[in-house]
C-alpha cells in the first residue's frame, strides 16, 4: 500500500508538471491539426473514387482523430530519454533511490499522457465535428470501454519503447530500431485500419502487438460491438504483460553489467 | 561570379568536413541513413494498399506519380539536410547568441551558418529517392530521371529557403522555432500527397509562402509533359524564393544584438 502511495505521489507531481507547463502543447495542437487536417482531405479524395473496407468517410476521419489522439497522448520522449540516461551515465543516480526505475518511469510519464489524452481529446473532438459531424450510432455508454482499450494501447506503446530506448545498456546505436518501431505501429494499425489489409497480412498483423496500440481502440469508439471488444481486450492485456516483462528484463539485463566509479 | 564561386567552394568544404567526421563513427551513421531509408519506405506500403482499395488514381496521381513526388521530396530533404542541416537551428543559435561567432568570420554569415552541421541519417533519405526512382520509374524513362534531378536540387535549395524565411522571424519576434518547424512540416506534407487532394487556399498557398508545388509537383508535370516555359517559371521562381529568404535574413540579421557569449568552434 505505501508502494503504491509512493508511485501515486510521482504521478500527482507529474500531472501537476504537465499543467504547469501547459503552454508546451500549444506546437502540439498545430502539428496534429495539420496531421488531421492532410489526412482529411487525404481520405476525402480516396472516397471520392468509392467506399472503402466498410468504414464511412466519417468513420475514417473520426478513426484517424482518435488513433493520432492516442499517438499524442503516448508522447512522452521515454525512448529519447532513455537512451541519454543509459549513455551519459546519469541513470546511476536513480539507482539507490527508494523506487524501481522501471516504475518510476511509468508513473513520472503518465501524468504528461494523461494530460495529452485530456486536451488532445478536447481538440480530437472539436476538428471530427467541424470536419465530417457526429460518428454514427455513436453511444456515451460505450466510451469507458474504448477508454479502457485506449489506456492499454497507451501501456504497450510505453513499455515496448522503453525497452527499445533500454537496449542502449549493451548497443550503441539503436535509433534504427526505434524507426521501424515506430513505422510499424503507423503502418498495421494508425493510418490505416487493418480491415484494409490483404487477407493474408492481416492475420499476421493481428499476431503482432502493433495495432493493438492504436487500431483496437479507436475501432471500438468509432465502431463499437461487445463482440469486437471481448475479442480484443484480452490480446490488449496480453501483449501489456509482454511489454512490462520486457522493459523490466531489458532493465534487469542492463543494469547488471553497470559499473560504477566514485569521484 | 567570384562570390559564387567563393559560396560553392565553402559548401564543398564543410561537406568535405562533415563527410569525414560521419566517417569517424562508420557503424552509427550507416545504421541511421538505413534505418531512415527503411523508415521511409514504409509509406510505399501506405499507397500500395490505398491504391488497392481504389485501383485508380488518387487526387489525379497514379501509384507511380505518388512515387515520383516521394522520390523528389525525399532526396530533396536529404540533400538539404546533408549540407545546410543548420537550417533547423536558427533560432536556437539566435537566442543563444551562438551566431556571434559566425559574424566574426570572413564568410557569407548565412551561408557558413548553414553548412556548419550536417544530419547522418539524411543520407537515408537521399539514397531513398534514387532507390524509389530505380524501382518504381525504370532506368529508361530519362525525362522523369532528368527531372527527378532537378526536383532534388531545386527542391532541396526551397526546403531550405522556406525553413531560413520562417527561422528568420526570430529577428523580428523573438523565439520562433515553432514557426521554423511547422514552415517545414507543411513544406513536407505538401510535397508528399497528391496535388488534387487539397483546393482553394492551401492551394494558394502551395504556390506562395510554402511552395511545395515547385519542390515537387511541377517536376512531375515536366517529367510526363516537357514543356520549356514551365521549366523556365520552375527555374525562375525557385531563384526568386531562395534570394527573397536570402534577403529577408539579411535585413533581420540587421536587428541581432550581440549576446557576448564566448564560445569555441572545434
Redesign the interface.
Known sequence: MRALRKYGTVLRLSLQNAFVYRSNVIGGFLFYTVFIFVFFNLWRAIYREGQVAGYSLTQMVWYLCMTELIMFGCKSNIYGQMNEEVKSGSIAYQLNKPYHYVVYQFFNAAGGMLFNLIIYGILAIILGMIMVGPIPGFRLANLPFALISALLGMVINFFFLMTLGLTSFRLEENFAFFLIYQKLVFMLGMFIPVEFLPGWLQGITRCLPFPYVTWAPARLIVAFSWEFFREVLPVQFLWALVSVLSALGMYRYGVAGIQAHGG | MKRIGSILKLIALYFKVNLSSAMEYR??FL??A???A??NG?FV??WW??F????????GYDFKDVMFIWAVASSAFGASNILFANMNNITRLIISGELDTFLLQPKDVLINLLCAKTTL?AWGDLAYGFILMALTQGSADGSAWAMFLVGMVIGGLLMTAVSVMAHTFTFYFGDAS?IG??AL??TI?FCI??E????GF?RLLMVTLIPATFIVHVPLRLARTFHPLLLAILLGVSLLYCCLAYWFFYRGLKKYESGNLIITRM
Do not use: D, H, K, T
Not at chain 2, 52 to 59: A, D, N, S
Not at chain 2, 196 to 199: A, E, K
Open positions: 557503424g552509427s545504421l541511421q538505413f534505418g531512415m527503411l523508415s514504409s506500403f501506405f494498399i490505398a488497392q482499395q481504389i485501383g485508380g488514381r488518387i487526387g541519417s515553432l518547424g511547422m512540416e507543411l506534407n500527397y497528391p488534387g487532394i487539397y483546393r492551401v
